[in-house]
């Protein structure tokens, strides 16, 4: 089952803040977060283990709340450059598979 | 390292063809999986791999067959193409099967007619 993720789409100015939210129905090992900008494929954010540990490698910052199975993505001071959408994946204990969401189309304007 | 490569970017076929989707990494990935990609849909897993010789079942496997012989390589297989096919497949690979960056190849643009 895909986790569900909201909002579907935003439109910010620069400069502005958002977050993006992703929730599951399962008790969730980890939760991942890429970006995809059209036409491209979808790139690595940052990874949120089950015990507090994340891994990433970008200037974006996300929590994980284990009881209630949701995670969320946090963007600060928006720059052009986050355009795109943004894909939660979770994986849930004993399952090898990484489940996407359908997306939050994100929009930057000058 | 050229990472995740997927051939052919394109294809067109016609319903009832067959084809396959080459993916390969020189990354020494063991784990390797197949993606379709449709308006609103966001990704779905086809078909999946932990390492060579192992493959499994995704959400949608319908209609599609994988092999892995190599750990490098990991081909998808449309045994008869269906207008319900036509997507952006994307195969993507990670160092293990869980909590592993997973890294895409660039995507195969497929429409069957």
């Known amino acids: 089952q895909q986790p569900v993720q909201s909002p579907q789409a935003v439109i910010l100015r620069e400069g502005e803040d958002a977050v993006i939210n992703c929730s599951s129905s399962?008790?969730?090992?980890?939760v991942h977060w890429y970006r995809q900008k059209h036409g491209e494929a979808p790139v690595f954010l940052m990874i949120?283990?089950?015990?507090?540990e994340q891994k990433g490698h970008e200037k974006i910052s996300a929590s994980f709340n284990e009881k209630k199975q949701q995670s969320s993505l946090y963007l600060t001071a928006s720059q052009l450059s986050y355009s795109g959408t943004y894909f939660c994946g979770t994986e849930d204990f004993g399952n090898e598979k990484l489940t996407f969401g359908t997306g939050t189309r994100l929009t930057i304007i000058p | 390292n050229a990472g995740v490569t997927q051939t052919p970017k394109f294809q067109v076929l016609k319903t009832g063809q067959s084809m396959t989707l080459q993916c390969a990494q020189d990354?020494?990935?063991?784990?390797m999986s197949w993606y379709r990609q449709d308006p609103g849909m966001g990704l779905r897993l086809i078909h999946y791999s932990v390492g060579a010789g192992i493959t499994d079942q995704g959400e949608v496997p319908n209609g599609y067959n994988v092999s892995r012989s190599t750990t490098e390589d990991f081909p998808l297989r449309l045994l008869s193409a269906a207008p319900s096919q036509t997507s952006v497949y994307f195969c993507?690979?990670?160092?293990?099967?869980?909590?592993?960056?997973?890294?895409f190849g660039p995507g195969t643009r497929l429409t069957v007619t």
């Open positions: 993507a690979s990670s160092y293990g099967a869980e909590a592993y960056e997973q890294y």
């Open positions: 949120l283990l089950k015990g507090g």
């Open positions: 990354m020494n990935h063991e784990y």
């Open positions: 399962k008790a969730l090992y980890s």
